[in-house]
């Protein structure tokens, strides 16, 4: 029903930066929150940073000062700018769409999760 499609991970070197792309594609009329979390090898799922529909953001502690979420609603699309990255910021991120309400009756909400995109910081 909901797809959501993410790009732009890769290889970096501590420092450097990175820009992540999720577009969510399908019958979809609105989408409440979009955002990003992360999963390290042997840790949680955690929120990096989020943003609602009228722009409101909100960042890990982590992250707060180095990455940057922004949203285009007309495309369903969420990115997120990092910069100063880490080799703690290895993680495998997935993109989030929170309360998406479909573009068809009886318009149920749902949530969808990307497939993931893996950021490597290292030298």
């Known amino acids: 029903q909901v797809q959501l499609v993410e790009s732009g991970g890769g290889l970096v070197q501590p420092g450097g930066s990175l820009r992540l792309s999720c577009a969510a594609s399908?019958?979809?009329?609105?989408?409440?929150?979009m955002g990003w979390y992360r999963q390290a090898p042997g840790k949680q799922r955690e929120l990096v940073a989020s943003i609602t529909k009228d722009g409101s953001t909100n960042y890990a502690d982590s992250v707060k000062g180095r990455f940057g979420i922004s949203r285009d609603n007309d495309k369903n699309a969420v990115y997120l700018q990092m910069n100063s990255l880490k080799p703690e910021d290895t993680a495998v991120y997935y993109c989030?769409?929170?309360?998406?309400?479909?573009?068809?009756?009886?318009?149920?909400?749902?949530?969808?999760w990307g497939q993931g995109t893996l950021v490597t910081v290292s030298s």
């Open positions: 989030n769409a929170d309360e998406v309400v479909l573009g068809y009756p009886p318009y149920n909400s749902l949530d969808a």
């Open positions: 399908g019958s979809i009329f609105s989408i409440y929150a």
